[in-house]
């Protein structure tokens, strides 16, 4: 333990107070304090206990892989002044479309040549690429595929 000066209520200093713990709480080694992150118990960080965030298990092995919230597919090859209406138009039919999001370019204005449809079930999805990937749309085939995967889809 160290001693350190410290004033008291009539304005006396006294050297009588000792210092066994960090302002945290934690106690120190070799009676220094310490600052910054790394410093605490390993009880008191919450990644001791292993209570991490995750989805659920999935099948082992290569395949698509569903994100936090839907099915997602990517949708590349879309024409540069294609809108999100004619997305929706050719991609309705397969299911109810969750989200739908068309990247623009800054500079330009014009559609940087992909979007990115989410859909509820892995069947929505799947029908959406099997139905629409080499199909043509405002005069280019698009190329339709999962955006996510927990591996290769297809052996190379």
Same mark, same amino acid.
Do not use: C
């Given at each position: ?7 008291s209520? +009539? *304005? ?6 000792t210092?066994?713990t960090?302002?945290?709480g934690?106690p120190?080694k070799? *009676?220094r304090?310490?600052? *910054?992150r ?11 206990s292993g209570a ?8 082992l092995g290569p /395949? ?5 919230? +839907?099915w997602?597919i ?12 004619d ?6 039919d397969?299911g109810?479309i ?6 623009l370019?800054?500079?330009?204005g014009?559609v940087?040549g992909y ?7 892995k069947k ?5 690429i099997d139905a629409?990937? /080499?199909?043509e749309m405002? /005069?280019?085939?698009l /190329?339709?595929a999962?955006?996510f995967?927990k591996g290769p889809?297809?052996k190379m």
């Amino acid at each position: 333990p160290r001693t350190r000066r410290a004033m008291s209520e +009539g *304005g006396m200093m006294s050297d009588d107070v000792t210092m066994d713990t960090m302002d945290t709480g934690a106690p120190s080694k070799d *009676g220094r304090a310490t600052k *910054g992150r790394g410093h605490a118990a390993a009880s008191d960080r919450e990644h001791a206990s292993g209570a991490y965030d995750s989805l659920e298990p999935a099948s082992l092995g290569p /395949g698509p892989a569903k994100s936090i919230e +839907g099915w997602i597919i990517l949708i590349t090859n879309v024409h540069e002044e294609a809108q999100e209406d004619d997305i929706h138009e050719h991609f309705a039919d397969f299911g109810e479309i969750k989200n739908l999001h068309l990247n623009l370019d800054r500079r330009t204005g014009f559609v940087k040549g992909y979007a990115l449809v989410e859909y509820e079930t892995k069947k929505e999805a799947q029908a959406a690429i099997d139905a629409m990937n /080499g199909a043509e749309m405002l /005069g280019q085939n698009l /190329g339709v595929a999962f955006a996510f995967s927990k591996g290769p889809i297809r052996k190379m």
